[in-house]
């Protein structure tokens, strides 16, 4: 470990990037944890709530390659992972390579595009890899997507599958600021040009700094007894009338082993954010609303109730034993 990099960078860019974007204190941390863990981010909440901005702010602090890709219902799968040019002057043709081969990947409004481009997508979030022109590819060591989606929008939309949402480390939803931080945002917005971070935001550590770190992250202590409260809460939510007998068939499907490994590899992530080289089980507590929401599916009757899954996990974090 010796050879390994400082984890101060981190605090340094967190710093950075909280000097830049206002109030969005909670969600720069979550999206340094996914970096640390290496998971990839959907990010829903209103328009208007700089989920752009924070994105391409953190790609210019990690000095990554970065893109934004405005996701449509007339996108293709070429139009993501690339395609084919013929080159008359060498009677070849040649790949030329689509957005998907940068180190971060901004997929704005993510629920708008046909399932064939979220097939390629799930395909590149699962394997770090693509398939074009029959050739598979590999993609940047570091690879992230960050996605987003919009709530209030329904029209045109088509809903992700659970397989691929089952990739998704975190679901971060986004609320509308304060008053006060809202002043803020207007102040700077009236100094500076929305949505260009450019020269705001200075380079605090490359790509191969950050794959560094998460190899120390490899080294973060997990007790047996947190790993088995993790594991527990995961395999609850398949089993809710056991331990939650009034909403019993709430949930129609709980979330998979996938849910388990993420959780505990987040916490390790946030653990060694906040500078422990352990786990603590409040570490999970505070990050399994992230990584579970998403991963169940709930019935029509829980909708009836005015329950959500966070209510439900919040529900199962209080009647399990904690470690």
């Given amino acids: 470990m010796k050879d390994l990099p400082s984890a101060a960078p981190l605090a340094s860019l967190r710093n950075n990037l909280e000097a830049v974007i206002v109030g969005q204190h909670s969600l720069i941390e979550q999206l340094l944890t996914a970096l640390l863990a290496g998971g990839h981010v959907l990010l829903e909440g209103p328009p208007g709530l700089a989920k752009t901005t924070v994105v391409h702010a ?25 395609s084919e040019i013929y080159e008359p002057e060498t009677t070849r ?3 030329l390579p689509g957005p998907i081969f940068n180190e971060i990947l901004l997929a704005d409004e993510i629920n708008r595009a046909p399932p064939k481009v979220q097939s390629a997508l799930l395909e590149a979030m699962a394997e770090h890899q693509v398939t074009a022109a029959g050739q598979t590819r590999r993609l940047p060591e570091l690879f992230i997507v960050l996605a987003t989606q919009n709530p209030l929008e329904q029209s045109g ?47 605090q550590m490359s790509p191969a700094d950050l794959l560094a770190l998460r190899k120390r992250v490899d080294a973060v202590f997990v007790e047996e007894h947190v790993e088995r409260f993790a594991v527990q809460l995961v395999v609850a939510t398949r089993d809710l009338g056991h331990w939650l007998p009034e909403h ?3 949930i129609l499907a709980g979330a998979s082993p996938r ?20 786990v603590l089980p409040e570490d999970i507590v505070h990050l399994a609303p992230l990584v579970l929401r998403h991963r169940l599916v709930l019935d029509f009757a829980a909708q009836a109730d005015q329950l959500s899954a966070d209510d439900l996990i919040h529900a199962l974090i209080k009647v399990l034993p904690l470690p």
């Fill in 58 to 82: 953190l790609a210019n602090a990690l000095d990554a390659s970065f893109q934004r890709v405005q996701f449509t219902p007339d996108l293709m799968p070429a139009d993501l992972i690339g």
């Fill in 93 to 95: 043709f040649r790949f």
């Fill in 157 to 203: 939309t088509y809903p992700l599958p659970e397989a691929q949402l089952d990739r998704f480390l975190f679901h971060i939803l986004l609320d509308y600021p304060s008053l006060d931080e809202e002043i803020e945002i207007t102040r700077r917005a009236r100094q500076v040009e929305e949505g260009h971070v450019e020269g705001l935001v200075s380079a």
């Fill in 248 to 250: 019993a068939d709430l």
């Fill in 259 to 278: 849910g388990s490994i993420s959780l505990l590899r987040a916490s390790m992530a946030r653990a060694f954010l906040l500078g422990r080289d352990y």
